[in-house]
Nanobody
Framework: QVQLVESGGGLVQAGGSLRLSCAAS????????MGWFRQAPGKEREFVAA????????KYADSVKGRFTISRDNAKNTVYLQMNTLNAEDTAVYLC????????????????????WGQGTQVTVSS
C-alpha cells in the first residue's frame, strides 16, 4: 500500500509555469513506475507523462512534449512535473499514479495500469 499526495497546483496566466509534486508514503517510491494524468470537467482522464522506477525511461503525451518534464527523487520519495508554457487547454485536475509492475512504454499511458492514485491538485490557466 502506498499513499500519494499531490501539491503545487494553482492559478497561473497563460505562458507561465508550475511545478507539481507527488509525495509518497507507506512504501518506497523506487518500487513504482509513476505517471501523471489529468482530468478536465466532463472529460476522461488523460495521460500526461510517465517515468520508470529508476528514471531511465520517460514517456510524454504529444500535447505536452517539449513543455512538461517529469522527474523523480527516490531519496525524497517524490515525483515532480515541471510544466512550462502553460495554456488554457492544460487546465485540469492533475493526479499522480503508481504502478508496481515492470515498466512498459506500451502501457504506461493507460490509467488502468496504475494501482494507486492521489486525490489530485487543481491547475487553472487563465488566458
Amino acid at each position: 500500500q502506498v499513499q500519494l499526495v499531490e501539491s503545487g497546483g494553482g492559478l497561473v496566466q497563460a505562458g507561465g509555469s508550475l511545478r507539481l509534486s507527488c509525495a509518497a508514503s507507506g512504501r518506497t517510491l523506487s518500487t513504482f513506475n509513476m505517471g501523471w494524468f489529468r482530468q478536465a470537467p466532463g472529460k476522461e482522464r488523460e495521460f500526461v507523462a510517465a517515468i520508470s522506477k529508476t528514471g531511465s525511461f520517460r514517456k510524454y503525451a504529444d500535447s505536452v512534449k517539449g513543455r512538461f518534464t517529469i522527474s523523480r527523487d527516490n531519496a525524497k520519495n517524490t515525483v515532480y512535473l515541471q510544466m512550462n508554457t502553460l495554456n488554457a487547454e492544460d487546465t485540469a485536475v492533475y493526479l499522480c499514479g503508481a504502478d508496481g509492475k515492470s515498466y512498459s512504454g506500451d502501457y504506461a499511458f493507460r490509467s488502468e495500469r496504475y494501482d494507486y492514485w492521489g486525490q489530485g491538485t487543481q491547475v487553472t490557466v487563465s488566458s
